[in-house]
């Protein structure tokens, strides 16, 4: 009989967030497949298992993927975990499923955090419709092209991102939602410096060119409102986009910086500004 690959989430920082079955399901497995072992022995040593580690991660998951495999269909039971939290949300894990189910191979899970959701309830957002976003892409059109597809989603966004590149993803994020768009930053989740900091992406971007972000974070951002129109009456409203992009010129800004803002204020991209105020021109 074949055995069965334990898909098994582990604490996103507070070790006293593992659950009976987890440590049940660690201590009867043959193998653990783990993205990082270093990570991993950490938290079994911890609760004192002992167990076989192997790795499983992005670069080696399409020969270990086989491997692991070929042991469950000699009946090994396996556990699958990632460095934090749920495996196979932007972890490895989601190819080891498809090739399990491809060979007819049980597959359960032991729940637990995602930092994702965990950030959600915190963020005051509505919870009745969200989607996940995991990671912008760093290639920069993708990226672009990604945040192009949400800006009217009426619906909460959840993104993860790396500390160092946290201010430019909230620029990139202001330059296609709007500013004004209100997110929370939900960071150390779990953690003793757990915070959640509710604020404007204009806030954001301007708080975090001046402030290193420290440790993990991620970004919920509250969907388009209807409400957004009403509220947009700003000074320059009633402008056409070259008395808009003039305004700031004669505050001083280059041509070029005031297509930026005003870009911004418009929340649309800088070519159409550019190519507007153009137009106008001729
Ligand atoms: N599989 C994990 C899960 O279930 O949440 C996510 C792994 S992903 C590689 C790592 C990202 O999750 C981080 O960059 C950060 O955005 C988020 N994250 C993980 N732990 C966190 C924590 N304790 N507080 C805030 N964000 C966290």
Request: with cysteine.
């Amino acid at each position: 009989m074949y055995g069965t690959l334990y898909l098994c989430a582990t604490p996103i920082g507070n070790l006293s967030d593992v659950s009976a079955r987890l440590i049940e399901t660690l201590n009867n497995a043959d193998l653990i497949a783990a993205e990082d072992t270093r990570v991993t022995i950490k938290l079994l040593n911890h609760f004192n298992i002992k167990k076989p580690l192997t790795s499983y991660h992005e670069h080696n998951k399409a020969e270990k993927g086989k491997y692991i495999i070929s042991l469950l269909k000699e009946g090994k039971n396996i556990v699958l975990v990632s460095d934090a939290g749920t495996p196979a949300i932007s972890d490895p894990g989601e190819d080891l499923v498809k090739l399990c189910i491809e060979n007819d191979i049980n597959i359960t899970s032991v729940p637990g955090c995602v930092a994702a959701i965990n950030a959600l309830i915190l963020s005051g957002f509505s919870t009745k419709r969200f989607s996940f976003e995991g990671f912008l892409s760093v290639n920069k059109r993708h990226r672009r092209e990604h945040l192009e597809s949400l800006k009217n989603d009426t619906h909460t966004l959840i993104f993860y991102e790396a500390p160092h590149k946290l201010v430019y993803t909230l620029e990139d994020m202001s330059e296609f939602f709007g500013k004004n768009r209100k997110i929370a930053l939900a960071r150390e989740l779990t953690k003793l410096h757990e915070e959640v900091i509710r604020l404007t992406l204009g806030e954001a971007s301007e708080k975090f060119r001046e402030e290193k972000p420290r440790g993990e974070y991620v970004i919920i951002v509250e969907g388009k409102q209807d409400t957004d129109k009403v509220q947009e009456q700003y000074w320059w409203s009633d402008f056409t986009v070259r008395e808009h992009v003039d305004e700031y010129i004669k505050k001083g800004m280059s041509s070029k910086d005031a297509i930026k803002a005003v870009a911004l204020d418009r929340q649309t991209q800088k070519r159409e500004i550019y190519n507007e105020y153009h137009s106008e021109k001729s």
